[in-house]
């Protein structure tokens, strides 16, 4: 079967760095999506993943590890606007994204 | 101009009743989805076509269906609404991946919220 875990909610200070990790398990995988998604809105892309290591845009960044089944979102410089969802998404042996239940993050002043 | 837009942002039914939900796009995509969010669940994919003539059942396709009237539209029907589908309407489309056909990013309409009494 596939699964996919994330924490159901993180805190963190304005200005720090937060990891928001996603672990998954299944038969087949073509990448894994991290997506923001404020309250009430849809959710927006934020970085593709297809090969293990660190893909850096911006403040935020991504990293893979295919042979752990783990992936993170590292956000740095957190402004209040961070204050979102973050859904993980793997692409299953068809090609379909399976969806984690996301991460609400609550940025503090 | 939104790129992707749903039709109603809101609704509110009783059971029993049929209801159409409308999605339109103008980035010129092939590939068209539907979703539901409930809160504490994934998304989850409820219809997709990948283009006028190709439709295809998703995780949750019962109780649903669909119709791709052109490129640019894809419409979710209820055909005798409950309760439990109560939630949150996506619509989402994405373009070919890549010379493999490969995942690409989804682009999601604002949503429809839905309440069945």
């Known amino acids: 079967g596939q699964n996919i875990d994330q924490p159901t909610e993180m805190t963190a200070t304005e200005g720090a760095i937060v990891q928001i990790n996603c672990t998954y398990q299944t038969s087949g995988f073509n990448g894994l999506f991290w997506y923001q998604q404020h309250a009430g809105e849809a959710p927006t892309f934020l970085s593709y993943?297809?090969l293990d290591g660190l893909e850096e845009k911006g403040r935020f960044s991504s990293f893979l590890s295919r042979s752990k089944g783990y992936s993170y979102l590292l956000l740095k410089e957190l402004q209040m606007k961070d204050s979102a969802s973050y859904l993980c998404a793997i692409v299953d042996s068809n090609y379909q994204l399976i969806w984690g239940a996301g991460t609400k993050l609550i940025i503090k002043p | 101009d939104a790129d992707v837009t749903q039709t109603p942002r809101n609704r509110i039914t009783k059971t029993g009743k049929r209801i159409m939900l409308e999605c339109s796009q103008t980035k010129g995509h092939d590939r068209m989805y539907w979703y539901r969010q409930d809160p504490g669940l994934g998304l989850r994919l409820i219809y997709y076509s990948f283009d006028v003539k190709d439709i295809n059942k998703g995780e949750i396709s019962d109780g649903y269906s669909v119709s791709r009237q052109a490129q640019a539209k894809f419409s979710l029907s209820l055909e005798s609404a409950i309760p439990n589908q109560t939630a949150l309407y996506f619509c989402?489309?994405?373009?070919?991946?890549?010379?493999?056909?490969?995942?690409?990013?989804?682009?999601f309409g604002p949503g429809t919220r839905l309440t069945v009494l």
């Open positions: 989402a489309t994405s373009d070919l991946g890549g010379s493999a056909g490969g995942p690409r990013e989804q682009f």
């Open positions: 993943n297809v």
